[in-house]
């Protein structure tokens, strides 16, 4: 049964930190992509950071310089890391695991609100 289990959400204010990290089970962990999506009231979903199995990332614009992410793969973890957050970072973060075309997952979510 595939889980991923994300947590290290919650408040801050504008200008803190966070890590968000994402602890996965029952797939092979390090052959996958593993990636941060977010969902801001009223928009749809967007990615935010991407990992390859090779290592190779890539950020939205929006983050980029600000949120760095990795991955552990003896613990099967992938972390998000956002520093200098902003009030426009406020949003649900999912983690998503992938190896396209056949599997993809998604876990339940974990709020992140930045007060100003």
């Known amino acids: 049964q595939v889980q991923l289990v994300e947590s290290g959400g919650g408040l801050v204010q504008s200008g803190g930190s966070l890590r968000l990290s994402c602890a996965a089970s029952?797939?092979?962990?390090?052959?996958?992509?593993m990636s941060w999506y977010r969902q801001a009231p009223g928009k749809g979903r967007e990615l935010v950071a991407r990992?390859?199995?090779?290592?190779?990332?890539n950020y939205a614009d929006s983050v980029k310089g600000r949120f760095t992410i990795s991955r552990d793969n003896a613990k099967n973890t992938v972390y998000l890391q956002m520093n200098s957050l902003k009030p426009e970072d406020t949003a649900v973060y999912y983690c998503?695991?992938?190896?396209?075309?056949?599997?993809?997952?998604w876990g339940q979510g974990t709020q992140v609100t930045v007060s100003s």
């Open positions: 029952g797939f092979t962990f390090s052959s996958y992509v």
């Open positions: 998503y695991a992938s190896q396209l075309p056949r599997y993809a997952y």
């Open positions: 990992l390859t199995s090779s290592g190779n990332t």
